[in-house]
Structures are given as C-alpha cells and as structure tokens.
C-alpha cells in the first residue's frame, strides 16, 4: 500500500470505522511508522502530536482497535482503517467520539441476534424462535414474504416497510441459525456483481 505522507509532513489523517457497524468511531494521525506497526500487529497504532510519540490505542485502557482491512483515498493522502473495537473508543467512554448512538444497520442487528443466540434473554422473542428451531424459523421467513407481496400488491408503502423490517430480521435469525452470516451473504453479491 502506499501513502503520501509528504503532504501533511509526515503525517497522514486515519479514519477508524467500526467493521461491524460501520460507524466512524474516531480521527487520528499516522507516520510511517506508525502504520507499519498498525501493519505487522493488526493492532491500530497512531502517532501522538501532543505526546509526539507512538501510542497505540488502548494501550491504556485495553479497548484496542483490532484492524480488518486498511485502504487509501484517491490520492493516498488519507487511511480508512475497519476494525473491530474491543470497548468503547472515546475517552468519554462512548462508542464513537462522533457521539453516543450505534450506528443501526442490519450488521448491527446480526450481532444482537448472534449475542441472543450465545445468550439466552428469557422473554426474548429470538429465543423463543430458536427454541422453536428450524422448521418455525423458516415458517416466519415464508410468511414474512408473502406478507411483502401483498403490501406490495395493496400499494400499502408503510405495511410493505414493516413487512420488509419482518422479513429481514427472520431471514438473518435464520442465517444465524444456519451457521452463516451477512458477510457471506454480501461476497455471494460481490461475486454476482463482478460478473
């Protein structure tokens, strides 16, 4: 990979996306160095411009960031790195020090129906569906998309909203069910995309 790191004299702005989510989580800055160690430990590393040093985040906390993939801009004067924090990312204890909220996002609701599955909520609707098990699961999954096609049919936009919202969710308990997750779901796309 390479970086221009000429034109900010040395240092070059990394955005940090959550891979999961994908929610900016934070700003910071890289030098060589500090990429090549962010390169040979997956842990994201920054240079410091106030401590002018090295410091890798979590150091002191323990809430690494531990890196997925790492891309350039157009004109590789900018990192994008994804990773995967192990705890909140702010100082303030927040998830993102661009505010407070999770970024929703069917990823998201993937990792909630994941935690369901590992941790059984009594009460919880998904539980319920996962000890019912497959056969149930799939009955939803028809009935949900039968219900799309007739607020599809009716011209009823908000019904075929709330059925899609169904939909989606009874498919992606089904995927966890199954083993399988969005990510192979979105390499199936990739690869039907490029073709």
């Known amino acids: ?9 040395g240092l070059v702005p990394a955005i940090i996306q959550d891979a999961t989510s994908e929610q900016v989580l934070m700003l910071g800055y ?8 962010t390169l040979n430990e ?42 995967k924090p192990a705890g909140p990312v702010c100082h303030k204890g927040t998830p993102s020090c661009f505010g407070d909220k999770d970024h929703f996002n069917l990823k998201v609701l993937e990792k909630i129906i ?21 056969d149930r699961i799939s009955q939803k999954v028809g009935e949900e998309a039968v219900e799309v096609v007739i607020a ?20 992606q308990v089904l995927l966890v069910l199954k083993g399988q997750s969005l990510d192979a779901v979105y390499q199936v796309l990739s690869e039907r995309h490029q073709d």
Not at 1 to 6: I, T
Not at 52 to 78: A, H, M, P
Not at 115 to 134: A, C, I, M, Q, V
Request: proline share 2%; hydrophobic share 30%.
């Open 152 to 171: 599809s049919k009716n011209d009823n936009n908000s019904a075929l909203l709330e059925e899609t919202a169904d939909l989606l969710y009874h498919l």
């Open 1 to 9: 990979m390479e970086v221009n790191f000429e034109k900010g004299n």
């Open 114 to 134: 994941m935690d369901r599955k590992e941790h059984p909520t009594p009460g919880s609707y998904t539980n319920k569906l996962f000890e019912e098990g497959l």
């Open 42 to 83: 997956s842990r994201v590393t920054f240079y410091s411009r106030t401590k002018e040093r090295l410091w890798t985040k979590g150091e002191t906390s323990g809430n690494y960031l531990s890196v997925e993939d790492i891309t350039t801009d157009c004109d590789q004067d900018t990192i994008l790195i994804r990773a």
């Open 30 to 37: 890289m030098n060589k160095e500090a990429l090549d160690k």
